[in-house]
């Protein structure tokens, strides 16, 4: 994904202008809040060590120690709690395949991530990357949903409130990262990131379905819970662009708050 943006400064015609334009990456400055950065190490911040051998290891347990902390909402960084987590809106436009759907669910209310566990990070300072595997035993979805489409040969249509109950979802995050100043402190940024993710199972209720037709409806919902891991595969790629939209948001409110002097140390 490329943003080209170009920053013009004129001062008069005669003086000219710098024209500064990053065309090939997104690292985008960031937007100052009045939160200013951290200037010590607070409990829940586990630091690291650059050339730690098991730096990887070192820096997932910083994640798995911030996560209980990140979930009830970090005020000193500025981050609301995230349990439960509310989304406004994840769109799915799928025009193609043995699953078609177009609509949205809305006003998503998700409960579980605060049980994330952190499997691997693999933080690669030379190539600018951050990898990190998160596991979450049980997430539970309240939501309306707006949705149009076909599985397989059936027809779905209908607006009304969605359950979501899905078990044993594993994420694979990876991010591109930048190393940006924050009120002059270097923080770490992510401004690319991909997310692909699993699930072992998964239960969907959709109400009121084709209008509140309950034969038609109990058809579509016994399939989708019949089918449900084909299904979500074929959305896969649609959730986990909206998902990683959400997950960057949550790592950079953090990370963009938290000095590098303070977690990953130089010597
Ligand atoms: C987190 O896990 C514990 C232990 O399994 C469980 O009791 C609790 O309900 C879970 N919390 C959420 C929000 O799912
Ligand atoms: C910014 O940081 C540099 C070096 O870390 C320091 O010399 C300078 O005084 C700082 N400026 C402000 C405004 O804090
Ligand atoms: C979910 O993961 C747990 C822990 O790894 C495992 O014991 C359990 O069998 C898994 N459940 C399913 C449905 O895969
Ligand atoms: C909230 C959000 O970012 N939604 C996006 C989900 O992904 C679709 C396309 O895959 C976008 O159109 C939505 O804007």
Not at 13 to 34: F, R, W, Y
Not at 56 to 76: S, V
Not at 246 to 252: P, R
Not at 254 to 259: D, E, L, N, T
Request: glycine fraction near 6%; hydrophobic fraction near 45%.
């Amino acid at each position: 994904m490329i943003h080209p943006t170009a920053i013009v400064f004129c001062g008069s015609a005669l003086v000219g202008c710098i024209v500064m334009i990053g065309a090939i990456s997104n690292e985008k400055p960031i937007i100052q809040d009045t939160i200013p950065p951290l200037q010590t190490t607070p409990i829940w911040l586990n630091a690291c060590r650059k050339k730690d051998p098991n730096l990887n290891e070192c820096f997932r347990m910083t994640f798995q120690n911030m996560f209980p902390y990140l979930a009830k909402g970090i005020p000193e960084i500025g981050t609301r709690p995230f349990e439960p987590m509310h989304i406004d809106r994840v769109a799915l436009t799928k025009g193609q395949g043995a699953v078609t759907l177009s609509g949205a669910f809305t006003n998503l209310i998700v409960h579980g991530p605060s049980n994330t566990t952190a499997l691997y990070t693999k933080l690669d300072l030379v190539k600018n990357r951050l990898d990190i595997g998160l596991f979450i035993p049980i997430i539970k979805v309240e939501s309306k949903y707006d949705l149009k489409g076909n599985l397989l040969l059936l027809p779905l249509v209908g607006v009304g409130d969605a359950k979501l109950y899905l078990k044993n979802v594993t994420t694979h995050v990876q991010t591109k990262i930048y190393f940006p100043k924050y009120m002059n402190e270097t923080v770490m940024m992510a401004n690319s990131m991909k997310v692909d993710f699993n699930l072992a199972a998964m239960r969907v209720n959709l109400d009121n379905l084709f209008n509140g037709n309950k034969v038609l409806g109990r058809t579509v919902n016994t399939f989708l819970n019949q089918n449900a891991l084909e299904v979500v595969n074929d959305l896969k790629e649609n959730i986990g662009e909206n998902l990683s939209i959400i997950f960057k948001q949550i790592m950079n409110d953090a990370f963009s708050h938290m000095p590098t002097r303070l977690w990953l140390l130089d010597d």
